[in-house]
């Protein structure tokens, strides 16, 4: 067993039974706070969400669907969340950013006929298949027409809060209760399924919070990261949540001490951008006690010091639930943390053998109790058993372990990329490119940041006799990817580096990194944002 508290009994895991019983036993106490916006306690939050619940179910939602959550962070993010947990139904939530092919394959996969999404997004599925989606409920005064699909005024999204049906069987710590997409490392998005256990056990995870805390995300809730934020608070005895819509560097010590904010996690971006901001002597006068930065690097010990904040780290995938975690004592560059018990690890190679002592390997890990990771793939059983092949799931991501048993990061195996805090899938970026129809060939690899993360840099073969002109290509893509997938650096060569099947050497590709011919989109004065949406 894990030494841990039994996630298998429901009272611990089950997400209904969570809230009802913090509603029941601390009526009062605050639950989740929304900068600028309400802040509910535990009572207040049930009654919404039974109240959501006897809405979607007059919509026709019953246990085990799946529906699709599009929106950002804020109070109908976490209403629909918990609303579709009340039911026994299954919480598909979708990255706002996504556009074109990347949305039309989740959406495809989730096999939903429901949709609650916020009304700015809806024109982005008017030329896509939209494959069962049958009806969309839009948040929000705007409402595009999109022929064949039925859209619903967001006022009947709620009902009488007593008219919430109780589910038809008795929920199980083993149901899905959410799938989040991955970035699609290898190939298209997979569909992540999450059961109650899995996720308790990995919020569980997170050992830099306890009872009493109040923990401040601004990660989105198609994230577990921001799911898991939420998570906390129902799990943990007098916790409580501050959820805001985003994440902005000015706006973080406001919300920290205006709120009482005692924990949070940052990407490690977010940390850099808040050490960037000048000293003030108020940089100790806070409530803030502890942070968890992932990746670890120089920056933790740094921020440690300069804000008098215990600094913790981990190691975590969607489809995890929190297998290494360190913390608060120093630990080297790229440490991702100890294994933390009832687990077993391994590094391997390419053919699922040991590697020696001091050789880098993929981290590949499977667990003592049934439940506490991922089930599967979506929809996906060639995926699934891939990854979960020989009996271990298998990271894709390598590493090595230390003299002290402290596993450290080394080098994704896989071709994703990480920008902003975003997972980016080279595939499908690379497939957004050979749309365009002057391209032949096109390789996505990763380009050192100045923030620590990765750039996205794109290297192109053209077709014969085709000329390209780089912003015409980020103008071309622009509404088939999400802001952050879109290329910095644009390259064009004669032909790629390959192995004896014909495979492109990636890996060469990245050492040689931005040439002198390459283009550079902020040197070029071509500025990318993300769409600002209004959370209702």
């Known amino acids: 067993m894990t030494g841990e508290p039994d996630t298998g009994q429901n009272d611990i895991c089950v997400i209904r039974d969570l809230l009802a019983a913090r509603a029941r036993e601390t009526p009062d106490r605050t639950a989740i706070v929304f900068p600028g916006g309400p802040e509910w306690s535990f009572a207040e939050l049930e009654q919404r969400v039974r109240a959501r619940a006897a809405g979607l179910s007059a919509l026709g939602v019953k246990q085990d ?28 939530p979708l990255n706002i950013a996504y556009r074109g092919g990347v949305l039309a394959h989740a959406v495809a996969t989730s096999g939903a006929t429901l949709m609650i999404a916020h009304g700015a997004l809806i024109d982005r599925l008017a030329d896509l298949d939209r494959a069962a989606l049958a009806r969309i409920a839009v948040i929000g005064d705007e409402r595009p027409a999109l022929p064949g699909v039925d859209l619903i005024g967001q006022e009947s999204l709620d009902g009488p809060a007593d008219a919430a049906p109780d589910p038809a069987r008795p929920l199980a710590p083993h149901d899905t209760h959410m799938v989040i997409f991955t970035s699609g490392t290898t190939g298209p ?30 990660l989105p809730m198609h994230h577990v990261g921001g799911v898991y934020g939420l998570l906390w608070a129902l799990l943990h005895p007098d916790a409580s949540v501050v959820m805001a819509e985003s994440f ?20 490690g971006a977010m940390a850099r951008f808040l050490l960037s901001q000048p000293p003030s002597p108020a940089d100790q006068e806070h409530s803030l006690r502890s942070v968890l930065i992932a990746p670890y690097d120089e920056i933790a010990p740094a921020f440690s010091k300069r804000f008098g904040v215990d600094v913790f780290t981990e190691f975590n995938m969607t489809e995890l639930s929190v297998p290494l975690f360190a913390g608060p004592e120093p630990l080297p560059p790229g440490a ?10 391994r590094l391997v190679d390419e053919h699922d053998m040991p590697v ?14 049934p439940w506490t990771i991922s089930h599967g793939y979506l ?28 596993y450290c990061f080394v ?26 129809p002057a391209i032949a060939e096109a390789a996505v690899v990763a380009a050192p940041g100045p923030d620590g993360e990765d750039e996205v840099l ?20 622009r509404p088939r990817l999400a802001h952050f997938m879109l290329p910095r650096y644009v390259r064009v060569v004669s032909e790629f580096p390959r192995t004896p099947t014909h495979k492109i050497e990636k890996h060469r590709l990245r050492s040689e990194g931005v040439t002198a011919d390459t283009w550079d989109r902020e040197a070029a004065g071509v500025a990318v944002r993300r769409e600002k949406l209004e959370a209702r």
């Open 65 to 92: 669907d799946y529906v699709l959550s599009w929106l950002p962070n804020g109070p109908h993010a976490v209403l629909t969340f918990l609303a579709l947990n009340w039911l026994g139904a299954v919480y598909v």
């Open 189 to 218: 998005s997979k569909g992540v399924l999450c059961s109650y256990r899995h996720s308790a056990t990995a919020a569980r995870g997170f050992r830099n919070i306890g009872a009493g805390d109040r923990n401040f995300t601004a």
């Open 248 to 267: 902005r560097t000015p706006e973080f010590w406001d919300i920290v001490n205006r709120h009482g904010v005692t924990t949070t996690g940052l990407l």
């Open 336 to 345: 991702c943390g100890y294994p933390r018990p009832g687990l077993e690890l």
């Open 356 to 369: 020696a002592d001091d050789a880098p390997g993929e981290l590949v890990l499977r667990m003592d109790d």
């Open 379 to 406: 929809n996906d059983p060639a995926a699934t058993a891939r990854t979960w092949r020989n009996g271990w799931f298998h990271t894709g991501d390598l590493f090595r372990r230390d003299e002290r048993g402290v």
């Open 411 to 436: 080098d994704r195996a896989k071709d994703a990329l990480r920008r902003r805090g975003e997972n980016i899938s080279s595939f499908e970026v690379e497939s957004a490119i050979a749309l365009h």
């Open 458 to 477: 794109a290297v192109l073969i053209l077709k014969y006799g085709a000329e390209l002109d780089p912003a015409a290509l980020l103008a071309f893509l």
